[in-house]
């Protein structure tokens, strides 16, 4: 069936069966694969996108669902986003493939609570795997992005 | 960082017999090499060229600098230090050097240390250090002799910065654009002079970072998940539910009824659906009904493996045909040394899967006897001659190219390419050089076996009158990785008894009797980042701690002791920079416990010192201060991001990672069972690298930050509770 989705601020209409998740419709028929797989049964927080802001795990909500929900992928965010800006100044990402997903929760975040204490990041962020382990820089980052902590912060230290 | 276009070689395609494809197998195990290395061998039908500036250096006509980088990126970030390396002897403007994936060419880009092109063992920097030094400073010397000639000035007084050339002398100055021409027809020197190391001025500086970032952190990166391609298929394939079952019979008819469902095949690992998209994959292939011939499957529980292997580490189960003790250090008389039993301990592992971040996955298209794959291909060698074997074409016709990958850890660098081959045999039924990218879910990557095997280590040590060891017994039973290798083979498999043997304690111990025996189990197992180290860090660094215990003694200052006997200059080097920087011999702060561990694994020292607390009846693991000796460190940054890493990959393993079978069946499905360790689980690592004199050869990054977190958190919990920790992993589920 044919199904209207608000992506990213355009209107777009995609043909699929109404059960078919989120997730293989922005990739596989939109082409926007900066929302990745990594389970497919909201663990991971690979998948993660907004919906009117709230972070969603695309991989189990079905197209049909979403109603006339604004939806927000890695792909929406700008490039210039704060959270992207400190993420780039920390060299968060090592393999990558987590990070859209990390990044949107972190978004959805910051939308609720501009300045979030460690447990709250902790709370917020804990539905999203890295594989990689850079959990630390992500948790500095979000703190760098929130204006809670110097960009030029760099993790390591020398001898 | 796409791949260049390379033409497609003169030799792929018609013409090549059978018999050619059997000698290039053959002489992979070094049976023949009359005439010829075995890298001319597996390069055969493949492009030989390369740019004016050699296979790892290319300049665009505006002066930018390229890094044809050999080593595929899954994370470490070893791009980074790999392209210093070249913009540091061509001096080159750092903030223009870029990267991109070298084209599969075992002749060009062989690694180094094993022979074939495959990054492992975490030798990328290690192995490139002279090879990619020395391209810089013959690429630096073509602009300095193009420039000399054009101006007219001794080669000597010219100086390179930032991509500009100048002569100060003559107030003449050009940049690598304006003298690209000409210093493309220079002849490369034979032997560039290289850069005194006490002058380099982009090593070792935090300004060396990694160049991905950005693509990831806004999507922009292209993995082998994100192919997209006119035509391309999707497959998905149901394999059988224990290993070594085939297909008996099947029912596609609900499959293809299935929207968007476009043939289903059988392949020789099972059943594969093709369709238009994913999710139309993934409903074809959940809707097939499939019969499995289990006669030659293994139908054990990993209980049982684990059992028979502590048995027969006790000696209390008779050895099977095949099975066979090897000794691994022996020296001295264990048996004729009298004195008290210290400590008799056995440890259990589990299997682990890598579980990376992106499933195993692949992109290929056949056409006759030619395959192009476009994927995260790890070890491009064994990809090719893997595939060469199916499409019947030499391997470096096959043309690979490398996509970043999710993560691997290992898994993507096997001797039988499963899923690649996989990939190819779907590639090849759909035919036309239509694309075909084959999905593994999580479900299908988990129990697709290729784990960190089970180990069982059992250990015996006597003391002197000071505690210190006089006897050590080690016994290690455990599949071998090695076996079914296409090179090596025979003797000890290293892979099961590193960081074991050759430990520093066995050094200081008098006499020792270590022993390894590697029973066959019909359950695939694999490299899992720091290999070996995984399990002998943890037996040495607990039972060390045990016998620091036994002996009343601080552990720091028990192994400094062993240290000294053994002359482990850079054990005790960077043991003390972490007691230091973690205070150690003050109070740990209040409610937490530190404990302290050190290993050496891939030519780098590692120690740390971790703060952990018992929280809600599981271990929680705060400051973790790290010490690393990798020789020359030359991104900062990006050792401490794989110091963090790492010692994340490793707790997850030593706290929550297991895979268990029952009945040969994967009982793990996803990460709701296959435990990880998650973002408020994370411990803070600090990393303090050990300086040393300069010129020294760097040494690995990526894995030896993985083992040493275990012992670590293991010994805390020994000191906070006076229980010693047998098995992994720690939290039982
Ligand atoms: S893919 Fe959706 S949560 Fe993992
Ligand atoms: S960066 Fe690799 S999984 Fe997060």
Redesign the pocket.
């Given at each position: 069936m044919a199904i209207t989705l608000d992506v990213n601020g355009k209107p777009l209409t995609v043909e699929a069966a109404e059960d078919t998740p989120l997730?293989w419709v922005l990739r596989d028929e939109l082409g926007l694969t900066g929302t990745?797989?990594?389970?497919?049964?909201?663990?991971?927080?690979?998948?993660?996108v907004l919906a009117d802001g709230a972070p969603i795990?695309?991989?189990?909500t079905p197209v049909s669902a979403l109603g006339s929900a604004k939806i927000t992928t890695i792909e929406g965010l700008g490039g210039d986003h704060p959270l992207q800006q400190a993420w780039v100044a920390l060299d968060v990402p090592q393999c990558g493939y987590c990070q859209s997903?990390q990044i949107m929760s972190a978004a959805a975040l910051l939308e609720q609570s501009p300045k979030p204490t460690d447990e709250e990041i902790d709370g917020a962020m804990a539905?999203n795997?890295c594989r990689c382990g850079a959990y630390q820089r992500i948790h500095a980052a979000i703190k760098v992005a929130s204006g809670q902590a110097p960009a030029t912060a760099s993790p390591q230290t020398d001898a | 960082m796409n791949a260049p276009i390379f033409r497609r070689a003169a030799s792929a395609g018609e013409g090549v017999s059978r018999r050619q494809l059997i000698i290039t197998a053959t002489a992979v195990g070094g049976a023949l090499m009359v005439g010829c290395s075995p890298t001319d061998l597996l390069a055969a039908g493949a492009e030989g060229e390369t740019g004016p500036f050699g296979a790892f250096v290319r300049i665009a006509p505006d002066g930018a600098v390229t890094l044809v980088c050999k080593h595929i990126e899954f994370g470490q970030g070893s791009h980074a230090g790999l392209a210093a390396i070249v913009a540091e002897e061509l001096d080159a403007d750092w903030s223009k050097v870029a990267w991109e994936h070298a084209p599969a060419n075992a002749k060009l880009y062989a690694n180094g240390g094993l022979g074939a092109q495959l990054t492992g063992g975490s030798t990328a920097i290690n192995n490139s250090w002279d090879q990619l030094r020395q391209a810089g400073a013959a690429a630096r010397a073509m602009f300095v002799q193009a420039a000399a000639s054009r101006w007219n000035v001794p080669a000597g007084e010219i100086t390179v910065k930032d991509s500009v050339v100048s002569h100060a002398a003559s107030g003449q100055s050009a940049d690598f654009a304006a003298l690209l021409a000409d210093a493309a027809k220079v002849a490369p020197p034979a032997e560039p002079t290289l850069k005194d190391p006490t002058q380099f001025t982009l090593i070792g500086t935090d300004r060396v970072r990694r160049k991905d970032s950005l693509a990831k952190s806004t999507g922009q990166t292209r993995f082998t998940m994100d192919v997209q391609a006119e035509n391309l298929l999707v497959a998905m394939v149901a394999h059988p539910p224990r290993f070594g079952a085939k297909v008996a019979s099947f029912d596609a008819t609900a499959a293809k009824a299935m929207p968007g469902v476009v043939e289903v095949y059988e392949i020789p690992t099972g059943v594969a659906v093709v369709a238009n998209s994913t999710w139309a994959a993934k409903q074809g292939r959940d809707a097939l009904s499939v019969n499995w011939d289990e006669a030659k499957a293994e139908t054990r529980s990993s209980a049982d493996i684990a059992q028979r292997f502590r048995d027969l580490a006790a000696g209390s189960a008779a050895l099977e045909k095949g099975e066979e003790w090897q000794g691994f250090e022996t020296k001295g008389e264990v048996a004729a040394q009298g004195g008290g039993l210290a400590i008799e301990v056995a440890y259990d592992f589990p299997y682990l899967a890598h579980a990376t971040m992106e499933p195993m996955n692949c992109v290929a298209q056949v056409d006759g006897n030619t395959a192009k794959l476009t994927f995260a291909s790890q070890g491009p060698t064994l990809d090719q001659l893997n595939v060469a074997k199916i499409v019947a074409n030499l391997p470096g016709a096959i043309e690979i190219e490398t996509l970043p990958a999710g993560g691997s850890f290992g898994r993507r660098a096997n001797f039988q390419s499963d899923f690649v081959v996989e990939c190819v045999q779907i590639a090849r039924k759909v035919g036309g050089n239509r694309p075909v990218k084959l999905v593994w879910t999580?479900e299908d990557d988990m129990a697709a076996g290729y784990y960190r095997p089970l180990v069982h280590h059992r250990v015996r040590v006597t003391t002197d009158a000071e505690g210190y060891p006089n006897t050590w017994t080690h016994r290690i039973v455990t599949q071998s990785i090695m076996k079914g290798a296409p090179f090596g083979g025979g003797g000890v498999d290293e892979t099961a008894v590193e960081g074991a043997k050759g430990s520093p304690y066995l050094k200081a111990t008098p006499h020792v009797d270590a022993q390894l025996l590697t029973p066959d189990a019909g359950v695939p197992v694999l490299w899992w980042r720091s290999v070996g180290a995984t399990h002998t860090a943890y037996v040495m660094e607990h039972t060390i701690e045990q016998l620091a215990r036994r002996a009343g003694q601080d552990p720091v200052a028990y192994r400094r002791a062993l240290y000294e006997k053994a002359a482990a200059k850079r054990h005790l080097a960077v043991l003390d920079l972490a007691a230091e920087k973690a205070g150690w011999g003050e109070p740990a702060p209040e409610g937490w416990t530190r404990g302290v561990a050190v290993h050496e694994s891939f030519g780098s020292v590692v120690a740390q010192v971790a703060e952990v607390k018992m929280e809600n009846g599981e271990p929680r693991v705060g400051r973790v201060v790290t010490a690393i000796d990798c020789g020359t460190a030359i991104s900062p940054n990006q050792i401490a991001a794989q110091m963090e890493g790492g010692t994340c990959y490793g707790l997850s393993a030593a706290l929550y990672g297991q895979v268990t079978l029952t009945e040969g069946r994967v009982d793990q499905t996803n990460?709701d069972t296959y435990r990880v360790l998650r973002h408020n689980e994370a411990p803070k690592v600090e990393t303090y690298i050990a300086a040393q004199p300069a010129g020294t050869h760097p040494t690995g990054v990526g894995e030896p930050g993985t083992p040493v977190i275990g012992p670590a958190v293991a010994n805390a919990l020994l000191a906070l509770t006076g229980e010693a920790i047998t098995a992994q992993p720690f939290v039982k589920v």
């Open positions: 997730l990745k797989y990594g389970c497919g049964i909201a663990q991971c927080g690979a998948c993660t795990r695309a991989c189990l997903g539905g795997i | 999580r990460f």
